[in-house]
């Protein structure tokens, strides 16, 4: 049969290509179905269209069509990131490159916890990380210390959990700082590894405030510390005051988390690189290229300015890493993360950073941040439409003019149930804001204006 056909060996290209056929048909069938950012009538219609499609997940029988079917209602019901009204998270539509990598990754399914399930994938992935951590740490080391190092992790949230164990293993239960502003991952991340509770700082600008850190961390003396600054927030992109940041954290003998889960790629562009001066003076840094990088997810990256932080997650099994074996030259793979199976997120990074290029990369991120800023010209010109504050990145808030919070939560779920526009929220200055996260570098001004007609047209006069 050939639903049995293997899609890797030599017969794995041709058991391929008439499904990936069928999977581009029912990507372009159920995205006409669907016709806008999401499908409308919300939670309830969504989920009735997909079981009435998906009939019987388990039938007794196999079902030739299934990969339409189901691909077809997956789309259908999709919350489409490549459309310019889809904009409420760090959710980015992927590039075509990146997927078509991510395709090989799945069809060859190297596993990087052993070097023998992945020989090639391992080398790819020592080439990508060390040459991410050099972006982040571009010194070269000096009186023989060794170069930076980087792990590849699912996103930010293990990202920043690993900031926290690699902290702990080093330091101690080490007291977490960090700023309301902060991801809720670090918070979690306490919690799961068993750490005092955070003391989090209030952000009255967004941002973590230097007075306020240097006076909590003199009350702290003595204490092992972790501050975690934040560059590119989740509700609103803002980015910390990060030199002065790091000169408190050196003063006070802290150690420096920064999480750049959003913000991090803007290295890449020499027009808003100055925004992450600073970046380099931590121990640890957070980079997720399923946002500011138009990866399918997952594309995490933890980096650290002391490869010799990483130790702890070192650990040994005969069977994957056994010491004849690592004496011999093959590399041990298991002090690479605290998973054990890995699948090859790293081919789409190298893909995308080699077809691209530098400029290329830089270029959409000019073009997202562009947008942004445009958005907010356009919010500011408007004479029912409030802006919080001009964008840091590429996250604008805004809101209808002397409304109150009800009106706008109900003004985001309308759009949303008619499928019309997918817009976040965010609670700042005690007002909730509607939130567009512009990570389309395809978004174009009349698409952003059709926004706002759309957010006026639904505002009770």
């Known amino acids: 049969m050939s639903t049995l056909r293997l899609a890797s060996g030599p017969d794995g290209p041709a058991a391929l290509r008439p499904l990936i056929a069928t999977v581009l048909h029912a990507l372009e069938d159920g995205g ?24 019987d997940i388990l039938p007794p029988h ?6 339409h079917t189901l691909v077809h209602a997956l789309a259908e019901g999709a919350a489409d990131p490549a459309h310019p009204h889809c904009a409420a ?3 980015c539509p992927p590039l075509a490159v990146a997927t078509a990598a991510d395709l090989a990754a799945s069809a060859l399914n190297p596993s990087l916890d052993s070097w023998d399930q992945a020989p090639a994938a391992s080398a790819l992935e020592t080439l990508v990380t060390d040459t991410l951590a050099a972006e982040i740490y571009p010194h070269t080391p000096i009186d023989g210390t060794p170069p930076p190092d980087a792990l590849i992790t699912t996103g930010g949230t293990e990202a920043n959990q690993l900031a926290l164990l690699l902290a702990r293993e080093t330091h101690g239960p080490v007291q977490l700082v960090c700023g309301a502003a902060a991801h809720h991952s670090l918070h979690r991340a306490t919690w799961l590894l068993g750490l005092p509770t955070p003391i989090t700082l209030p952000t009255p600008t967004g941002t973590l405030d230097p007075t306020a850190l240097h006076h909590t961390l003199t009350r702290l003396h003595g204490t092992p510390l972790l501050v975690a600054a934040t560059a590119g927030t989740t509700d609103a992109g803002h980015i910390d005051p990060l030199p002065e940041i790091a000169d408190l954290t050196t003063h006070h003998g802290a150690r420096l988390h920064i999480d750049a889960a959003y913000g991090g790629a803007l290295l890449l562009s020499e ?31 933890l980096a650290a300015r002391d490869p010799h932080d990483l130790h702890p997650l070192r650990h040994h099994t005969d069977y994957l890493n056994a010491d004849d074996d690592t004496h011999a030259g093959l590399p041990d793979l298991l002090g690479r993360s605290p998973r054990t199976t890995r699948r090859a997120d790293v081919l789409k990074i190298a893909v995308t950073l080699k077809t691209l290029g530098r ?27 409030e802006l919080h504050a001009p964008p840091t990145i590429s996250t604008v808030l805004f809101r209808p003019t002397g409304a109150p919070d009800t009106t706008v939560a109900h003004l985001r779920r309308t759009l949303l149930h008619e499928g019309r526009a997918v817009l976040g929220r965010a609670t700042l200055d005690n007002r909730l804001w509607l939130k567009a996260t512009l990570l389309n570098p395809h978004t174009r001004p009349a698409d952003l204006a059709a926004l706002l007609d759309l957010v006026e047209g639904h505002t009770p006069r």
């Open 32 to 55: 006409r179905a669907r016709g806008g950012p999401l499908p409308a009538g919300g939670p309830h219609t969504t989920t009735r269209r997909l079981r009435d499609a998906a009939g």
């Open 62 to 67: 196999g079902h030739p069509d299934a990969l």
């Open 89 to 91: 998270h760090l959710h």
């Open 271 to 301: 027009r808003h690189r100055p925004l992450l001066t600073g970046l380099d003076r931590a121990h640890t840094v957070t980079l997720d290229l399923h946002k500011l990088g138009w990866q399918p997810i997952a594309a995490g990256l």
């Open 359 to 385: 400029t290329g990369l830089a270029a959409l991120i000019d073009q997202v941040c562009a947008a942004a800023q445009h958005l907010a010209t356009l919010v500011e010109a408007h004479p029912r439409l």
